[in-house]
T-cell receptor, first 114, second 110 residues
Framework: ETGVTQTPRHLVMGMTNKKSLKCEQH?????MYWYKQSAKKPLELMFV???????ENNSVPSRFSPECPNSSHLFLHLHTLQPEDSALYLC?????????????FGPGTRLTVL | TQLLEQSPQFLSIQEGENLTVYCNSS?????LQWYRQEPGEGPVLLVT?????EVKKLKRLTFQFGDARKDSSLHITAAQPGDTGLYLC??????????FGTGTSLTVIP
């Protein structure tokens, strides 16, 4: 595997389910990100991790819980979601947090909440 | 708060035509990036601009950062079907977080 991978690619879940999204980067980067991409809305940054420590949490509801066990893996744990949480969830990584660094994105997980 | 506005939102042109898309903000950015996203994929970086007035060229794509570092444009010459995709600008003004625009969806018709 190369670059940034995400699993699953598609997920359908009910509002009472618990599921997790997984992201893995094979680039040796030390920063990882979760974004939410909804129709007709800008890409929204949800969480930022640097060296496995969370550095940003942009007012995301507690039903989204991130986990970064090491610099290569990032998880997004989901529970009691709402239909408006349906979106494409993108993971990205970069070599450092500075704004000029390129972010490498995974293909995303298309989430549908019923 | 919407910091970055992109225009047009949708653009459909014939192969061989030229086009320009815009990214505007009321905030000053320390750097600005352009990405292209194809269906079923994540965004891929095209360019980063950091200096006001900077112009960068990538084959048929020309990127310009405004003098005041509040706006940017992407010009494509002789568009090809392979240019089809969602073009996103992203500006950094905090030093460690990019704010993305709503995107311009481009379709190039063969």
């Amino acid at each position: 595997e190369t670059g940034v991978t995400q699993t699953p690619r598609h997920l359908v879940m009910g509002m009472t389910n618990k599921k997790s999204l997984k992201c893995e980067q094979h680039l040796g980067h030390n920063a990882m990100y979760w974004y939410k991409q909804s129709a007709k809305k800008p890409l929204e940054l949800m969480f930022v991790y640097s060296l496995e420590e969370r550095v940003e949490n942009n007012s995301v509801p507690s039903r989204f819980s991130p986990e970064c066990p090491n610099s290569s893996h990032l998880f997004l744990h989901l529970h009691t979601l709402q239909p408006e949480d349906s979106a494409l969830y993108l993971c990205a990584s970069s070599q450092g947090l500075a704004g000029y660094n390129e972010q490498f994105f995974g293909p995303g997980t298309r989430l549908t909440v019923l | 708060t919407q910091l970055l506005e992109q225009s047009p939102q949708f653009l459909s042109i014939q192969e061989g035509e030229n086009l320009t898309v815009y990214c505007n903000s009321s905030s000053v950015f320390s750097s600005l990036q352009w990405y292209r996203q194809e269906p079923g994929e994540g965004p891929v970086l095209l360019v980063t601009v950091v200096t006001g007035g900077e112009v960068k060229k990538l084959k048929r794509l020309t990127f310009q950062f405004g003098d005041a570092r509040k706006d940017s444009s992407l010009h494509i010459t002789a568009a090809q079907p392979g240019d089809t995709g969602l073009y996103l600008c992203a500006g950094d003004y905090t030093g460690n977080q990019f704010y993305f625009g709503t995107g311009t969806s481009l379709t190039v018709i063969p």
